[in-house]
């Protein structure tokens, strides 16, 4: 219910506590009447305390009620103009002190502040109040968010201003797209870019093209296809980077506007373990641009270390003799291997039927299983692999087929109903057993060897080879499959958030996988965990904090149905580049895009004149409301014991009961 009280508030109350109140209030004043008037105390003290405790009574009624006051005030005022400041890095580059002072001195800035009611913020990240126009040398907040500085800069102000001027140039490095920021619907907002205007030319990388693994000293062929948003033609070359180092360059490409373009890189890598690849543009001005979008190359050691356990076996012989990588493996026996390379881990095992890799265990490593069940493997916890799955390790998948029908009808490894897993068309059953934790995979033997050189002398021999290489190098690459780590797609920078990929593996149902990312500095310090994920879609983005410029070890715990299935790692390299120096310039089509999208305006700095057109200076007749909240504001409680406690010192003092 709301009670008017002359013209300039308005009590808010329901039916019952109005009722409720007027009947109090009346038996309040019965209850005066009688004590003022039947007591034989001192009237002036009788007078005193009733009044202090009928004060306490009707703020402790008004807060039972939940009553709000609303006064109002009706005047003529000026409109209120926020000015909001981009002072990110970039903006130094924007402005100049005299075109900073030629905009404060400008008529139409001048006019806004005498006949407007301006309030100034500014930032970065998070707007600020100003205490007067910003300097030159005030422009170096490290980042910029639009979203964040304006939803802030309206949050600190309280409320919503008449209209807003934001002056900016556009590069907004952080946060939502530009043109998805929305401002309050009875704003009129005004975007002015500051600075010399670019044509902002994007490239990006629609895909890599390279290898699993490279092999170090060996040359490896990348390719990128890359797709340029611009509106101009640009010519230049394209520079491949790792870990900050340029490795390799493209020769000179002209791009025309939206187009795409495959381009090829040669290199050579040195070391082995992880390369972060990025790209750079640099035109015929030698000025560089960077390209979003990068990815990660495995690099291997030219000579791969194998370290057999097994008595003598022609099973193990024949997988020895068909195991060729870039060069012929290196094959040691535990003994060698421990007198050669006491400190170092070999890069695969080779096991005989019964054998266990023992201190090994954390090495990949291919078995044999034998023929009889007291020679045989144990394959508790190992998943059984229908072969077919495994045709993408083989460049023919028909010699694939032929190959497994040549293995002999032992028997099979059984799924959990005990049915083998695959049969060829003469129900010759042939598997594999992985384990992905430790990438331990078993062959079904029982001298096998004799179906796989029947025949020989044909095009089997290179089949058996390739695939047998090709094994090796599925079980020593970094990926695994149930998911793995991918670099984000944006460069990281430092101190500011990013998202890093994780990628669940195409033959893992929804649900069925989760994961765990922890990030170690370099000196093996945990940095930062995310909590459990639950890898439900192809790709789940994880949002990262902002990190301190250096290389971070992100390693990905993986989850099968609840059991560790094995994890992934890479090399996670954040830039100490400052992103606001990377592209200056006022990107005006952004800023046009934007106030197209959301309803505003949007002026270059040199056309600052055209916005009195935008903006208003008409004094308009304004209800000012003043909120009074008794239930929820700190002071009327206090007020209370306040009336209470003079009430008490009085009484006592009187020596009153």
């Known amino acids: ?258 187009s795409v373009r495959d381009v090829n890189f040669d290199l050579i890598p040195v070391h082995q373990g992880y390369l972060a690849l990025s790209l750079r543009f640099r035109n015929q001005r030698n000025h560089d641009m960077p390209v979003k979008g990068y990815t990660r190359l495995s690099v291997r050691p030219k000579q791969t270390s194998v370290l057999i356990i097994s008595p003598p076996d022609p099973d193990v012989n024949f997988i020895r003799y068909h195991l060729h990588m870039a060069e012929k493996p290196e094959f040691y026996t535990v003994e060698s291997w421990e007198k050669e390379h006491p400190e170092e881990s070999p890069d695969l095992l080779l096991l005989g039927p019964g054998q266990s890799s023992g201190n090994y265990d954390h090495i990949p490593a291919i078995q044999v299983r034998g023929c009889q069940g007291d020679e045989g493997v144990e394959v508790s916890g190992f998943q059984v692999i229908n072969t077919l799955v495994l045709t993408h390790l083989h460049d023919r998948p028909v010699l694939n087929r032929e190959i497994w029908s040549r293995f002999p009808p032992v028997t099979a490894f059984p799924d959990a109903e005990g049915i083998p897993i695959l049969e060829d068309a003469e129900k010759k059953v042939v598997v594999l057993a992985y384990q992905s934790e430790n990438r331990h995979i078993i062959f079904n033997g029982c001298g096998f060897w004799r179906w796989a050189w029947a025949g020989y002398g044909t095009d089997r021999v290179g089949a058996w080879k390739r695939l047998i290489g090709n094994i090796a190098r599925f079980l020593m690459a970094p990926r695994q499959e149930w998911a793995w780590l991918e670099l984000p797609r944006d460069p990281l920078y430092g101190g500011i958030t990013g998202e890093i990929p994780v990628i669940k593996g195409p033959d893992v149902n929804p649900g069925a996988a989760s994961g765990r990312i922890t990030l170690t500095d370099s000196t093996g310090s945990l940095v930062w965990n995310s909590s459990l994920l639950t890898l439900d879609q192809p790709v789940t983005h994880v949002s990262l904090p902002g990190l301190e410029p250096g290389y971070y070890q992100a390693m990905l715990d993986i989850y099968f149905q609840g059991e560790k299935a094995g994890t992934d790692s890479l090399k996670l390299p954040v830039s100490d580049l400052n992103p606001e120096r990377l592209i200056t310039g006022c990107n005006m089509k952004t800023l046009r895009e934007w106030a197209y999208e959301q309803n505003g305006h949007a002026l270059h700095l040199s056309e600052w004149d055209r916005g009195e057109q935008f903006l208003n200076f008409d004094e308009e007749y304004t209800r000012h409301v003043i909120h009074v909240d008794f239930r929820r504001d700190l002071l009327w409680i206090l007020l209370v014991l306040i009336l209470l406690t003079s009430e008490w010192i009085i009484r006592k003092t009187a020596g009153w009961e």
């Open 1 to 258: 219910m709301i009670i008017p009280i002359l013209d300039n508030g308005s009590l808010t109350l329901n039916a019952w506590s109005l009722s409720g109140s007027i009947l109090l209030v009346i038996l309040y004043c019965l209850w005066l009447f009688f004590t003022l008037f039947r007591s034989r105390r001192s009237r002036k003290l009788r007078i005193v305390f009733i009044t202090l405790r009928t004060l306490a009574l009707l703020l402790l009624l008004a807060m039972i009620c939940d009553l709000r006051l609303d006064l109002t005030r009706w005047q003529n005022q000026t409109p209120q103009s926020l000015f909001l400041f981009d002072q990110s890095a970039s903006m130094d580059s924007a402005w100049t002190s005299e075109s900073l002072e030629d905009f404060y001195q400008h008529p139409l800035t001048r006019r806004l502040d005498k006949e407007t009611r301006i309030v100034r913020y500014g930032g970065g990240e998070s707007g600020k109040k100003l205490r007067s126009w910003p300097q030159y040398d005030e422009f170096h907040e490290p980042v910029t968010d639009f979203e964040s500085l304006i939803s802030s800069s309206l949050e600190n102000l309280g409320h919503t201003p008449d209209q807003l001027v934001f002056l900016t140039d556009g590069q907004n490095v952080k946060g939502l797209d530009a043109t998805q920021i929305t401002f309050p619907r009875e704003l009129t907002w005004l975007l002015v870019g500051v600075g010399d205007t670019l044509t902002p030319g994007r490239f990006t990388v629609s895909s890599w093209d390279l290898p699993q693994t490279a092999v170090a000293g060996d040359s490896t062929q990348i390719r990128a296809r890359i797709s340029y948003e611009g509106e101009e033609t640009v010519e230049g070359v394209f520079e491949l980077f790792g870990h900050q180092q340029r490795l390799s360059e493209s020769r000179s490409l002209v791009f025309e506007p939206a």
